[in-house]
């Protein structure tokens, strides 16, 4: 694993590790509270990211293209590899599926912190549901981790 | 693009704080905090990656800091100066401070110290292997600095203390 790369998923997790120890501390009884922090602080990294990917690339077609664009290109520089598995009802609900998702590499892989997940994966779903809102589609994001580090996220497009 | 995760959730954080906490001495405190519980788990991996030993003197410590750590960590190398003449302080000034691309501080946030949890990050690695220090921001661009400049004093080693007995 090179340095950089390193850093990134490292610091990375230490810092949605100790804010959710800090949040938790603060407000042990309500962990949604927490969660929802988490999730919002994805959403602006999402917006903040896809609005300098998207700077030089063509307008999307449709919402299928807008997708592939997320799952292609976005994946790749955010997560640094591509979603492995997409697939879709065509009304509006996709499932990602990424193998092996770069935030979870770092949590153990055994069964102990499977109930740990989904406060990690709060803040990918923000940047997810931040990415395509700025793309124009209002969505709800959740994830799932059976196997780690596999992981499906769900999206399911709010139409106006 | 990688660094534009990593800046950008960096941001995200502070603006949480910012949030979360009345004033910016507040948020400086929770930077400086988280950074030490970075710092020191951050140590472990630094000495396994980088296979630094021991280092000989303050002047080796900091070379090391600015060389490695920070090359290897931030993707940055800072320069050394500013000695005193007892050689029990030095700055490390960073021309970039990858922490800060696409900051502007607003008015009502004139003292926070943004990047304040690299100085936390620096004292808590550095406890761990005996050494306490004094960290703290001497410049910033993000206050209208020409550099950032990161004052670093050494206070004393910290014995270890082994039970009696126990070896």
Redesign the interface.
Known sequence: MS??????D???F???Q??I??LSR?RPTDRAVSVS?LE???F??GQ??IE??TRDSPSFKDELDIMKFVCKDFWT??F?RQIDNLRTNHQGTYVLQDNKFALLTQLSSGKQYLDQAPKYLA?SCGVVRGALSNLGLDSVVTAEVSVMPSCKFQVVIQKL | ??????T??????V??LCK?YENDEEVNK?LDK?GY??GV??IE?FLA?SSIGRCQDFRETADVIAKVAFK????VTPSVTNWSPAGDEFSLILENNPLVD?VELPDNHSTLIYSNLLCGVLRGALEMVQMAVDVRFAQDTLRGDNVTEIRMKFIKRIEENLPAGDE
């Open positions: 340095s950089d790369k390193f850093l990134q490292y610091l990375h230490t810092f949605i100790s804010h120890y800090e603060q922090v919002g602080m994805g602006r990294v903040g990211l300098r990917l520089k955010v640094r803040f | 693009m990688n660094s534009e995760l990593f950008l959730t960096y941001g995200a954080l603006t949480q979360d929770q988280m519980n970075i788990r951050l991996d990656r290897m960590y931030l993707g696409f």
